[in-house]
């Protein structure tokens, strides 16, 4: 009899070798590459990548050398080349399955696997974000990040505790703010017809030290006409397990999530975390070889809009002015995996009075990756170091965009250089226009 663990590698690598096929090897893909216009090397791009999952579906390689282990492990996963790829090639299902193929043939990093056990236990994970949650409100992740070195295991903690103290709100969103009825302020005008019933997805990050956006989140749906409808039980989305290869953890989180938003019977799941409406948006494909939940995780990815995406679909409704200066970038789950570009834009330019920028190389990876950062501190940070350059570029205010991961990456960067700007996301800036014009009881 053949062991479940060995079925289920087989399996990826057939999806591999099926979904390989499209590759032409034509090189777009390396002009848009982080890490290959970091590194320099052939191995370290798209179709580099692609070339080795090849020979070890072919058997030429073996998926415990260190040419693919090292390599499959350095992608950020950003799928900036699915966007200019003109055979379709479906690379971000590629690298999590050849990670999950890796991670069979050499377990992953202490720290990686610390991560996801995390993210895996809702009891473990509460506790994790409510220590960082207080070292924040402390003021002791602010300062330590101050005042640890640069390079080494210490260095390592200065970047983690740079990224628990960036979680913290922008100061500047409520300073000096009109109360409603003030002149600043818009008028409320009538309520907009009843849009149908929602839940929103959330997370484990964000729930944990994000709380804030997801309350903002349901205030700018109700505002907007939608009866969100709360869904106990939910878990993690399994993004973090994907990305990291461990397909099995991911799958089981997917399930989950599939039984509980299945049963709430809403008309849609909304996700203001682009990773995880990326990955939820995929279920359809992580299950797609369970026959118990194929058809139901494809009719909850039918369901799945991200924040921004509904309510440009909508309209968003116009709140009072927020005098301010924002730098944007895009996530690269949303810009390149879900597509979606005009929307968030949208959503701010339903804010008075703030001045939008996308930001120089707005479609680049901002080094975070998920947990990338963190376990990849020396070339996340690279990668990352020059996106809050661009962000300074921008000469502005505060910086949004709208994935924690990318909030606490770009923020920890601005932290660390000692920056004025703050971090937000968008639907935090849309939530304040709201408060300003009153549309809040």
């Known amino acids: 009899m053949v062991p479940a663990s060995a079925d289920a590698l087989a399996r990826s690598l057939e999806d591999q070798r099926e979904r390989l096929l499209p590759c032409v090897h034509c090189g777009l893909c390396l002009a848009v590459c982080p890490t290959y216009n970091r590194l320099g090397d052939e191995a370290d791009s798209p179709r580099g990548r692609i070339h080795l999952m090849g020979a070890v579906v072919e058997g030429r390689l073996d998926p415990a050398s260190d040419a693919f282990q090292t390599h499959i492990d350095c992608c950020l996963g950003c799928r900036a080349c699915e966007t200019v790829c003109p055979s379709g090639v479906e690379y971000g299902q590629l690298i999590e399955l050849a990670r999950d193929v ?18 895996s236990s809702v009891p473990v994970r509460r506790v994790f974000f409510v220590g ?5 409100a402390s003021g002791l992740a602010a300062l330590t990040a101050r005042l ?9 903690a200065r970047l983690g505790m740079a990224m ?11 300073r000096g703010a009109p109360a409603p009825g003030d002149a600043g302020a818009a008028p409320s ?6 849009r149908g019933r929602v839940a929103i997805l959330e997370g484990c990050v964000q729930e944990g030290l994000y709380g804030r956006v997801n309350a903002a989140t349901v205030r700018v749906l109700e505002a907007n006409g939608f009866e969100v409808v709360p869904v106990r039980g939910q878990d993690c989305c399994g993004a973090l397990h994907a990305h990291s290869g461990d397909l099995e953890g991911a799958r089981g989180l997917a399930r989950w999530n599939v039984e509980c938003f299945g049963a709430s019977g809403v008309d849609l799941v909304v996700v203001n975390a682009a990773g995880c409406g990326a990955s939820m948006k995929e279920y359809k494909h992580l299950l ?23 309510l440009a679909e909508v309209g968003p409704r116009p709140g009072a002015p927020v005098p301010c200066r924002v730098a944007f970038d895009y996530p690269c789950h949303l810009l390149h995996a879900q597509r979606i570009q005009q929307a968030p834009l949208t959503v701010l ?3 008075p009075g703030a001045e939008v920028t996308v930001i120089e190389d707005a479609s680049e990876c901002c080094g975070g990756a998920g947990i990338y950062g963190i376990t990849h501190p020396e070339l996340g940070g690279r990668i990352g170091a020059d996106k809050v350059a661009a962000v300074r570029r921008a000469k502005c205010d505060v910086a949004a965009t709208p994935n924690p991961g990318c909030m606490m990456q770009i923020g920890a960067g601005l932290i ?9 996301h968008p639907v935090e800036l849309l939530d304040e226009s709201y408060r300003r014009a009153g549309f809040y009881s």
């Open 102 to 119: 890796a991670t069979k043939h050499r377990p992953p990093s202490v720290l990686t696997r610390l991560l996801l056990l995390v993210f």
């Open 132 to 136: 960082g949650t207080l070292v924040r």
């Open 148 to 156: 640890l070195p640069v390079r080494g295991v210490l260095g390592s």
């Open 164 to 174: 628990v103290a960036a979680t913290a709100p922008w100061k500047g969103l409520r």
């Open 189 to 194: 005008g009538a309520k907009p017809p009843p």
């Open 288 to 310: 797609a070889h369970d026959p118990a939940f194929a058809a139901r995780a494809a009719a909850l990815s039918a369901k799945v809009r991200d924040v921004h995406e509904l």
């Open 349 to 351: 330019a339903a804010v």
């Open 416 to 424: 660390l250089e000692g920056a004025s700007e703050g971090m937000i």
